[in-house]
């Protein structure tokens, strides 16, 4: 009796096996899925090596000059690197969305506190601050604290490195859109790493970062990359962009004009089209409580 039912339960695991495989293997075998857009190829491009430039990096600093700025003749170069003084400098180049790599070094001689120590910053289109500040065991506002979005949003961690050591901002940065009549369409959004930590996540940025007003948004083209001189002699060394351009064919055609896309007779949904317009005003009565 125990051995026949052995071999029943055999059998058994037998059928189901013989199950599991014909149902993995319809998925196994089945056909992909295809979205319909028709992508491009993506350009390939050589990664730099220890956060060196790629290949298709603009470069804005490799340690011989800084032609590339507005302003960079009085900044003091040396061993490679760049000290600020006497000015903010400024990209002459203007960009709108952006990887952005930048390294820096607080001063080694610690002076001053808070605010005072240590200061600079970089500005993404001349008008949005990611600060640089000594924040080495230096007390200050937290929204005012290095890789802050300044006066606006603090960072996640504090991942500074001691006065005197290279540091890296990593930046990725969406520039707001403005429609016709200059109206804000969309944010700005950023996401910062500092020193490899994620400090930023891809952060709604409220508007200009001014020190004595609430931000706010004004319409503007691309911009510049600004370097901030506010008294401290804060090192700079390898810093390159890419200019962000998304691969053709990410959007799909049909969302180019929403009020000139009708839907076809068999896909027509009697209670789609006034949904929408509901959803687009929610979203502009959030967008001026922010
Ligand atoms: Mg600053």
């Given at each position: 009796?125990?051995?026949?039912?052995?071999?029943?339960?055999?059998?058994?695991?037998?059928?189901?096996?013989?199950?599991?495989?014909?149902?993995?293997?319809?998925?196994?075998?089945?056909?992909?899925?295809?979205?319909?857009?028709?992508?491009?190829?993506?350009?390939?491009?050589?990664?730099?090596?220890?956060?060196?430039?790629p290949s298709d990096a603009i470069i804005l600093f490799?340690?011989?000059?800084?032609?590339?700025?507005?302003?960079?003749?009085?900044?003091?170069?040396?061993?490679?690197?760049?000290?600020?003084?006497?000015?903010?400098?400024?990209?002459?180049q203007h960009f709108g969305d952006v990887q952005l790599?930048?390294?820096?070094?607080?001063?080694?001689?610690?002076?001053?506190?808070?605010?005072?120590?240590?200061?600079?910053?970089?500005?993404?289109?001349?008008?949005?601050?990611?600060?640089?500040?000594?924040?080495?065991?230096?007390?200050?506002?937290?929204?005012?604290?290095?890789?802050?979005?300044?006066?606006?949003?603090?960072?996640?961690?504090?991942?500074?490195?001691?006065?005197?050591?290279?540091?890296?901002?990593?930046?990725?940065?969406?520039?707001?859109?403005?429609?016709?009549?200059?109206?804000?369409?969309?944010?700005?959004?950023?996401?910062?790493?500092?020193?490899?930590?994620?400090?930023?996540?891809?952060?709604?940025?409220?508007?200009?970062?001014?020190?004595?007003?609430?931000?706010?948004?004004?319409?503007?083209?691309?911009?510049?990359?600004?370097?901030?001189?506010?008294?401290?002699?804060?090192?700079?060394?390898?810093?390159?962009?890419?200019?962000?351009?998304?691969?053709?064919?990410?959007?799909?055609?049909?969302?180019?004009?929403?009020?000139?896309?009708?839907?076809?007779?068999?896909?027509?949904?009697?209670?789609?089209?006034?949904?929408?317009?509901?959803?687009?005003?929610?979203?502009?009565?959030?967008?001026?409580?922010?």
């Amino acid at each position: 009796m125990a051995r026949i039912h052995h071999r029943s339960i055999r059998s058994c695991w037998g059928l189901v096996a013989v199950g599991l495989v014909l149902v993995g293997g319809s998925q196994a075998f089945g056909q992909r899925w295809i979205s319909g857009i028709p992508w491009s190829e993506p350009p390939t491009v050589q990664p730099g090596d220890n956060f060196g430039p790629p290949s298709d990096a603009i470069i804005l600093f490799d340690g011989d000059n800084l032609d590339a700025w507005e302003g960079g003749d009085q900044w003091e170069l040396k061993d490679g690197y760049a000290i600020a003084q006497k000015r903010t400098i400024q990209t002459k180049q203007h960009f709108g969305d952006v990887q952005l790599h930048v390294e820096f070094a607080s001063p080694s001689e610690v002076r001053g506190r808070g605010q005072g120590r240590g200061n600079s910053g970089v500005f993404l289109m001349g008008r949005y601050e990611v600060q640089i500040l000594d924040s080495w065991e230096n007390e200050t506002y937290f929204e005012g604290q290095a890789a802050s979005i300044y006066n606006q949003a603090p960072p996640l961690v504090n991942a500074s490195r001691p006065p005197g050591q290279w540091q890296t901002l990593q930046i990725l940065f969406t520039a707001p859109r403005f429609d016709d009549d200059g109206e804000l369409e969309s944010p700005a959004y950023i996401t910062v790493l500092h020193n490899g930590v994620l400090v930023q996540y891809n952060w709604e940025i409220q508007g200009v970062t001014y020190f004595n007003r609430p931000p706010d948004y004004q319409a503007h083209g691309k911009g510049p990359i600004t370097l901030q001189h506010h008294g401290d002699p804060v090192k700079f060394r390898n810093i390159w962009v890419r200019e962000i351009a998304l691969t053709p064919g990410v959007h799909p055609p049909e969302e180019a004009e929403p009020e000139t896309a009708e839907p076809a007779p068999e896909e027509a949904d009697p209670e789609a089209e006034p949904e929408a317009p509901e959803a687009e005003d929610e979203a502009e009565d959030e967008d001026t409580n922010t």
